[in-house]
């Protein structure tokens, strides 16, 4: 099983502030089958990010993903007041996981 | 617009059953591989079990393999989690979503509470 593990485990800025998330793998995830999802409070996970670097459907530009192998990221470039949330990496090269998720808060 | 409404949620006590049910509308149900993935109170998502689109191909998370059976009727767009022998560790809000490798179309969600 690949384990994922995000840091940090909260992320405390302003709006108009960069955020930088990272994801890393246990073992190298092939073809950059790597994901990332953006969670308000209840409410379903979105998808923002596929294959490390793509945008999904519809996703602003100011989220871009990086990365290869074991370590990814997600970056926001200018944090908007409704990017305040919890962002979630998977892969889906082994399997199907998780990580445990990095939450963005309004400092 | 495509649609996953779940159902069937509830408080079960543990060792107990349960069916869920995820209704699929807007899109051709049969074209697309379908999940359960699963999120504890306060805690991350977990990905649970996902079939195949002609339901020849089931694979499960080791924590609920020989409790839990994915299924789906493509004639009805339904996608089914039976769960038996429940434990407290199995309560979640339990999400459909579609596609085989990432997932861009999630349910609402049920809730499931396993106590006694």
């Known amino acids: 099983e690949i384990v994922l593990t995000q840091s940090p485990g909260t992320l405390s800025l302003s709006p108009g502030e960069r955020a930088t998330l990272s994801c890393r793998a246990s073992?190298?995830?092939?073809?950059?089958?790597l994901a990332w999802y953006q969670q308000k409070p209840g409410q379903a996970p979105r998808l923002l990010i596929y294959?490390?670097?793509s945008r999904a459907t519809g996703i602003p530009d100011r989220f871009s993903g990086s990365g290869s192998g074991t370590d990814f990221t997600l970056t926001i470039s200018r944090l908007e007041p409704e990017d305040f949330a919890v962002y979630y990496c998977?892969?889906?090269?082994?399997?199907?996981?998780f990580g445990q998720g990095t939450k963005v808060e309004i400092k | 617009e495509v649609q996953l409404v779940e159902s069937g949620g509830g408080l079960v006590q543990p060792g107990g059953s349960l069916r869920l049910s995820c209704a699929a509308s807007?899109?051709?149900?049969?074209?697309?591989?379908m999940n359960w993935v699963r999120q504890a109170p306060g805690k991350g998502l977990e990905w649970v079990a996902n079939i195949k689109e002609d339901g020849s191909e089931k694979y499960y998370v080791d924590s609920v393999k020989g409790r839990f059976t994915i299924s789906r009727d493509n004639a009805k767009n339904s996608l089914y989690l039976q769960m038996n022998s429940l434990r407290v560790e199995d309560t979640a809000v339990y999400y459909c979503a579609r596609g085989g490798y990432t997932y861009a179309f999630w349910g609402q969600g049920t809730l499931v509470t396993v106590s006694s």
């Open positions: 998977q892969q889906y090269d082994n399997s199907r996981t």
């Open positions: 807007g899109f051709t149900f049969s074209s697309y591989w």
């Open positions: 294959g490390a670097s």
């Open positions: 073992q190298s995830v092939s073809s950059n089958y």
